[in-house]
């Protein structure tokens, strides 16, 4: 059905098996985990931890044999959608350009049950609110939204709202009331689109780096990994 993703996939596949880790970069500094004992091992250590993830599930075609692939691969989360709708799930796009699953999609349903059975982490950054709210009724693990933002704070599409913040803590609280340790579901992400000037300051956190989020992602790299200054960042 979707055989145009064919190299798509098999690009995507490629770059999983060829990207050089930044743990073989600077392994006193940083380490890839492929489970939650290594995250607990490696922050032990004082390192940054690693995890690998796909942003958009559309690589996968209608071929769920793709998430083992990308398991084998080293991917431990992934996100449905991106941008845009895709054969898994509606994108938080759908609020300007209408619906077209109202949700997920039932190929979307069989993607989350494979992927609760490899151990890759859901991702509903992207999702809309609908297919987020489904993924949290429909999996049988925690998600999380690693990039998403409270639209308390800012109203745009990308983030989320009170309701999805509470399905999100009621998951955790669900799986992880046999564990007294916490677990961060939701990374604010500080980025132009997502966040406003009175939402940085609420919180009391600086927006000088939001209108460019690469150059702060490389200043970080190279403050941290390469042992540079601030003033390397391009």
């Known amino acids: 059905m979707y055989p145009h993703l064919l190299p798509t996939a098999k690009f995507l596949l490629l770059k999983c098996f060829f990207q050089q880790p930044a743990s073989e970069i600077a392994p006193d500094k940083i380490e890839l985990a492929l489970n939650a004992a290594d995250v607990r091992r490696i ?37 449905l959608t991106h941008n845009g709708h895709n054969q898994l799930a509606d994108s938080q796009t759908g609020e300007r350009d209408g619906w077209k699953w109202n949700g997920l999609s039932p190929l979307g349903k069989q993607v989350i049950a494979e992927m609760n059975r490899l151990g ?36 745009v599409s990308r983030n989320m709202d009170d309701e999805q913040l509470l399905a999100l803590n009621e998951a955790l609280e669900l799986f992880a009331a046999h564990d007294a340790r916490k677990t961060e579901l939701v990374k604010l992400r500080f980025f132009a689109g997502l966040t406003n000037e009175q939402a940085a300051q609420v919180l009391g956190i600086s927006t000088s780096t ?17 042992g540079g200054s601030a003033g390397d960042a391009p």
């Open 120 to 155: 890759i982490m859901v991702d509903v950054a992207h999702a809309s609110k609908e297919s987020m709210m489904q993924t949290a009724a429909l999996s049988k693990a925690p998600i999380i939204a690693s990039h998403s933002a409270a639209r308390a704070l800012c109203d």
């Open 43 to 79: 922050n032990g250590q004082g390192k940054k931890v690693a995890l690998m993830g796909v942003e958009n599930g559309y690589p996968i075609g209608d071929e769920l044999v793709r998430v083992k692939e990308f398991y084998d691969r080293g991917a431990r989360y992934l996100s």
């Open 210 to 226: 939001a209108d460019n989020d690469w150059a702060y992602a490389r200043s970080w790299l190279r403050l941290e990994i390469g």
